[in-house]
């Protein structure tokens, strides 16, 4: 049936355009589309809520608020991502005690569909961090840090494609230079990557290869300190690349009011967001898409 | 159904098929984002049950349930984010480290600390008013860091110097004053004596640093090194809990005029 309505669609709607090929399109309303991304950033094993006695966040966060919120979200919008940009480990005695394993099984539980790595991830090591992937059922995406013959290799992948109510999303992670921030045996073997060059290529192939709708970059690089000297961060990310939507930021635990908007190589906005951290805040971002009129009405008047 | 007459006739038949190729290929995005909308809300809901997450979570707090004793007070609340070059946390948890460490180090080698310098990203939450517990300690001090000391050439004491001056960061310091005017060094005092480039100093820090964590690249290659490997946090936990009340303020120890 599916099949015979795709068709039915195609057939009425091509005929209209032969017909009156010159036609506003503008006022036809084809589909349009609302897709939500849900996401966290640093939540550092923080499981439980802050204690109603804590003098700046009394009784925020905790597993069981977010857990209630990201349901609310998708019973409003089902065509939900919820996606996470890294740290999930280290901050409270569940990751000193049981080494990640509650976290992953809490964000599985909880409908994550993605996150990336942090430079926390690697605080036991890559060997116990590649054991504990397996209680995460969503993929940790990276394409900076070589992993070949390390214990990540395979474990980790470069992106993932969502469909979501045919809207294609392409979502790839970027991490940090890890030199100072983790100790250099708990990570050998792995090389950090330009950013910019690896996204232009991964952006590349999601966009021009796989033809993805919507494209959102995980990033553990930390949103704008070290903008001046021109060290690596988001800001320099989106304005040094081409295909980027979103930006889902973390590192530098920046609570931002509201999304910054960047223009990129081609001109085009990109929006950086982040949510502080510790699961004290949920992101919410509305993607409104509408049916591209242009490239079908060329191939309209083609025929 | 109407259109399926369109398909079934023959005489659309080819047409409309070369037009599904035709749509099909040059048809690049099928969408394109028109609006987007962000919202970054607070997650908040101190009533809310879920017993299919509190029946995963309850082993494991189970398991940690003893870090919830209680270890001591604090008479205020404390941050590490209170102040511009010194905080209330910070200054209180290198004065407990550098009072723990010195008795073990001059036991250890018959030499002593001249001053303590940890680092601002390692404290990672807030010591509040009240009741203390070791869980508290490790939501602080998450990290597995040890204490080292390092002896370092004056030379390099005053590239520690210039990276606090740069860094205008919070970073913890015990045993040391320092003094900026603007951008310029004006006055240091280590160990109620005056800084001397041409002297030595030891210098008590966490091997993560000793390492070169977070650039702190003059604790690299020291002229002498000393691990005393106790865990930081342990130190912490084992002062707190003899003292019973712990107070921690801000004294000017590092300050910018």
């Known amino acids: 049936m599916k099949r015979r309505y795709f068709i039915d669609k195609i057939t009425s709607s091509t005929i209209f355009g032969l017909a009156f090929p010159f036609i506003s399109f503008e006022k ?46 998708k019973k409003e919008n089902p065509n939900t991502l919820v996606l996470d940009a890294g740290d999930i480990f280290q901050g409270t005695p569940y990751f ?3 080494g990640g394993e509650i976290e992953l099984k809490l964000m599985s539980k909880l409908g994550y569909n993605a996150s990336t790595l942090g430079n926390h991830e690697f605080d036991n090591g890559i060997k116990k961090l590649a054991k504990s992937l ?53 990570y050998s073997g792995i090389e950090y990557l330009d950013p910019i060059e ?14 993805c709708d919507i494209i959102i970059c995980l990033s553990h690089l930390g949103f704008n300190r070290g903008y001046k000297d021109g060290i690596m961060c988001d800001l320099i990310l989106a304005e040094k690349t081409k295909d980027i939507d979103l930006i889902i930021g973390g590192h530098s635990h920046t609570f931002m009011k509201n999304p910054v908007k960047v223009k990129n190589l081609k001109g085009k906005q990109v929006i950086i967001n982040q949510v502080g951290c510790f699961g004290i805040n949920l992101g919410k971002i509305d993607f409104y898409l509408t049916e591209n009129k242009i490239s079908k009405k060329s191939s309209s008047i083609k025929v | 159904m109407k259109p399926i007459l369109y398909f079934n006739n023959k005489k659309y038949k080819n047409i409309v098929i070369v037009i599904i190729i035709l749509f099909l290929s040059c048809n690049n995005y099928n969408y394109q984002i028109n609006n987007i909308k962000v919202e970054n809300i607070i997650v908040l809901d101190s009533i809310v049950k879920n017993e299919e997450l509190d029946n995963l979570v309850q082993p494991y707090k189970n398991k940690i349930k003893d870090l919830q004793k209680i270890i001591g007070y604090s008479k205020k609340s404390l941050s590490i984010r209170d102040g511009i070059l010194e905080s209330s946390l910070g200054n209180l948890l290198a004065d407990i480290l550098i009072e723990e460490s010195k008795p073990v180090f001059n036991k250890m080698y018959s030499k002593n600390i001249d001053f303590c ?13 009240g009741q203390i517990t070791q869980h508290h ?3 602080i001090m998450p990290f597995n860091n040890t204490s080292t000391v390092v002896k370092l050439t004056g030379k390099k004491v005053l590239e520690l110097i210039k990276y606090i001056n740069k860094a205008k960061l919070a970073h913890p310091t015990s045993g040391i004053q320092i003094e900026f005017i603007g951008e310029k060094i004006d006055k240091v005092i280590v160990e109620n004596k005056k800084f001397n480039v041409d002297d030595t100093y030891y210098v008590l820090t966490s091997n993560f640093l000793q390492e070169g964590g977070d650039k702190m690249d003059f ?3 020291p002229l002498e090194l ?26 000017n120890r590092i300050i910018r005029f």
């Open chain 2, 117 to 129: 310098l940890l680092n601002f990203g390692g404290v990672r939450g807030n010591l509040n008013k």
């Open chain 1, 28 to 73: 036809i309303k084809f589909n349009s589309k609302k897709i939500t991304i849900l996401h966290t950033n640093d939540v550092h094993s923080h499981i439980d809520p802050f204690p109603s006695t804590d003098p700046i966040n009394p009784n925020g966060g905790g597993i069981i608020a977010r857990a209630k919120m990201i349901n609310t979200f």
């Open chain 1, 134 to 186: 397996k209680h995460a059922n969503f993929p940790l995406l990276n394409s900076n840090y070589t992993i070949k013959n390390t214990p990540l290799e395979e474990k980790i992948k470069n992106y993932e494609i969502f469909i979501v109510d045919g809207i294609k999303i392409g979502v790839f992670g970027i991490g940090i230079k890890l030199k100072g921030l983790v100790d250099k045996n708990l």
């Open chain 2, 219 to 221: 604790f690299k290659n």
């Open chain 1, 96 to 98: 000193n005690f049981f």
């Open chain 1, 198 to 211: 690896i996204s232009q290529d991964v952006t590349n192939k999601l966009k021009n290869e796989l033809k």
């Open chain 2, 137 to 139: 300690l490790f939501t």
């Open chain 2, 226 to 251: 000393y691990p005393l490997k106790t865990n930081i946090r342990d130190v912490l936990i084992n002062y707190i809990t003899k003292k019973d009340t712990i107070i921690g303020k801000k004294d």
